[in-house]
């Protein structure tokens, strides 16, 4: 250690020069590396996405599940109900439109999603729906449809040959 010097800032300047030599044989004994540091960083920051993504996984629910939670955000698969009019306005709500949802137990309600209508809505298999129940209304704000795939039509006409 230097001589001490004088002044208000004497000690805390002994005290950084201390520290200084303890840091600098601290890391001659562990030697970390650069690239050391960036792999536990970069898995740091993987675990954390993955910790984030495991609250957002959630099971399906029917429309009797969500009669229970008023209010609460839920996600609905089904198709959408034969015969029934699909209601869109793009002059008066080009963000809203409404239709008819059967879900996994056969039970039909009214669903009012407020997002762009899906183009070819009324030849999805299937429809996924995040929202709240209101009585006996679905108001969706978020909407997922599942195409029917051509490989599956492929199939189907080559069984028809």
């Known amino acids: 250690m230097k001589a001490v010097r004088t002044g208000n800032n004497a000690f805390f ?4 020069e201390h520290f200084k030599v303890i ?6 004994r562990y030697h970390v ?3 050391h540091i960036l792999i536990l960083l970069f898995v740091a ?16 629910a029917d429309f ?23 209601v869109y306005n793009p002059q008066q709500d080009a963000n809203a439109f409404t239709f008819y949802l059967v879900d996994k137990n056969g039970v039909e309600k009214k669903v009012i999603c407020f997002k762009e209508k899906p ?8 429809i996924v729906l995040t929202g ?30």
């Open 132 to 161: 709240t129940m209101k009585e006996d209304v679905f108001y969706a704000h978020d909407i997922l449809v599942k195409c029917p795939s051509k490989y599956a039509q492929e199939e189907i006409e080559k069984a028809d040959i």
């Open 45 to 60: 920051v993987a675990i954390g996405v993955v910790a984030s993504q495991l609250g957002n996984v959630s099971s399906y």
């Open 64 to 86: 009797a599940e969500a009669e229970k939670k008023p209010g609460e955000d839920v996600r609905i698969k089904g198709v959408l109900a034969q015969g029934k009019e699909i």
């Open 33 to 35: 590396k650069k690239s």
């Open 119 to 126: 183009r070819d809505i009324e030849k999805v298999d299937e």
């Open 23 to 28: 840091l600098h044989s601290s890391v001659k």
């Open 13 to 16: 300047i002994a005290c950084a």
